[in-house]
Nanobody
Framework: VQLVESGGGMVQPGGSLRLSCAASGFTFSIYEMGWVRQAPGKGPEWVSA????????YYADSVKGRFTISRDNAKNTLYLQMNSLKPEDTALYYCALKLGIIQYDYWGQGTQVTVSS
């Protein structure tokens, strides 16, 4: 399993970023995927998830209405569109694969998102 995130960077408050996660080494189209973030000095925080077909999405209250998760199963790629970014969104963002029903089993290396003026 390989999960490679990209698209992070530094942006001003109110700005937007689009994260991507290129997946390989498994059958991407049959598994739920998600995004998890970790801010400096804090534990991991689940952000969003999407079912295998892409028709059902889930969001943490902290990002609902601002972030949109999507996937392209033909390209084995997961996305996170982040709009109206806030300083508290600053974190290392991880793409994650859920093989079962309880926990995320594989994580990528993360991509840094920094929201600052």
């Amino acid at each position: 399993v390989q999960l490679v995130e990209s698209g992070g960077g530094m942006v001003q408050p109110g700005g937007s970023l689009r994260l991507s996660c290129a997946a390989s080494g498994f059958t991407f189209s049959i598994y739920e995927m998600g995004w998890v973030r970790q801010a400096p000095g804090k534990g991991p925080e689940w952000v969003s998830a999407i079912n295998s077909g892409g028709g059902t999405t889930y969001y943490a209250d902290s990002v609902k209405g601002r972030f949109t998760i999507s996937r392209d199963n033909a390209k084995n790629t997961l996305y996170l569109q982040m709009n109206s970014l806030k300083p508290e969104d600053t974190a290392l963002y991880y793409c994650a694969l859920k093989l079962g029903i309880i926990q995320y089993d594989y994580w990528g290396q993360g991509t840094q998102v920094t929201v600052s003026s």
